[in-house]
T-cell receptor, first 109, second 118 residues
Framework: QKEVEQDPGPLSVPEGAIVSLNCTYS??????FMWYRQYSRKGPELLMY????GNKEDGRFTAQVDKSSKYISLFIRDSQPSDSATYLCAMSAKGKSTFGDGTTLTVKP | NAGVTQTPKFRVLKTGQSMTLLCAQD?????MYWYRQDPGMGLRLIHYSVGEGTTAKGEVPDGYNVSRLKKQNFLLGLESAAPSQTSVYFCASSYSVSVFLGVPQPQHFGDGTRLSIL
């Protein structure tokens, strides 16, 4: 069993929709939680970073962490075609990160 | 500020050939990493380095070697390429955990090297 499981997708939504991307994990040692966005033929870029349970908001993006359930989510409000990308969750413990396999999102105009 | 630069961007090799992938970062990061990304398997850590002159094995190190002779550079070598090593290779770097009192730091990635082995 993988330490990090990510909803595989792909997801296709109309412009303006609310998108929910989700990951679960099994390693209680994970302390820090990140979301990366990866455009086609590019490297992942850090989107959001949090280290506590609860919500963290940045513009249209909200990262949610529930350590008791070992579950993290990324919500995208008012989704735009420019949000079309693969989203990777990542979790860190002892200096190393473990990544989910990614969810590919397409936002249709 | 270039961030993390990977060269080459594309390469086609024949089975048994050798090559070196170069990663350079200009952010004075202590930690550097090499990953491979394959469809349905996400990012898998090959090797990493926590400082100049040090390297360590990751999740999938077999068939690869690395060197970190300078803080800003991290080289990934394939001594005898195999078709199973066809992949997209990503280099990443980050600040060290110790600088931030144990808080892991997010990684900054290059744009990848697409390697095909025939």
């Amino acid at each position: 069993q993988k330490e990090v499981e990510q909803d595989p997708g792909p997801l296709s939504v109309p412009e303006g929709a609310i998108v929910s991307l989700n990951c679960t994990y099994s390693n209680s040692a994970f302390q820090y939680f990140m979301w990366y966005r990866q455009y086609s033929r590019k490297g992942p870029e850090l989107l959001m970073y949090t280290y506590s349970s609860g919500n963290k908001e940045d513009g249209r993006f909200t990262a949610q962490v529930d350590k008791s359930s070992k579950y993290i989510s990324l919500f995208i409000r008012d989704s735009q075609p420019s949000d079309s990308a693969t989203y990777l969750c990542a979790m860190s413990a002892k200096g190393k990160s473990t990544f989910g396999d990614g969810t590919t999102l397409t936002v249709k105009p | 500020n270039a961030g993390v630069t990977q060269t080459p961007k594309f390469r086609v090799l024949k089975t048994g050939q050798s090559m070196t992938l170069l990663c350079a970062q200009d952010m004075n990061h202590e930690y550097m990493y090499w990953y491979r990304q394959d469809p349905g398997m996400g990012l898998r850590l090959i090797h990493y380095s926590v400082g100049e002159g040090t390297t360590a094995k990751g999740e999938v190190p077999d068939g690869y070697n690395v060197s970190r002779l300078k803080k800003q550079n991290f080289l990934l070598g394939l001594e005898s390429a195999a078709p199973s090593q066809t992949s997209v290779y990503f280099c990443a770097s980050s600040y060290s955990v110790s600088v931030f009192l144990g808080v892991p730091q997010p990684q900054h990635f290059g744009d990848g090297t697409r390697l095909s082995i025939l």
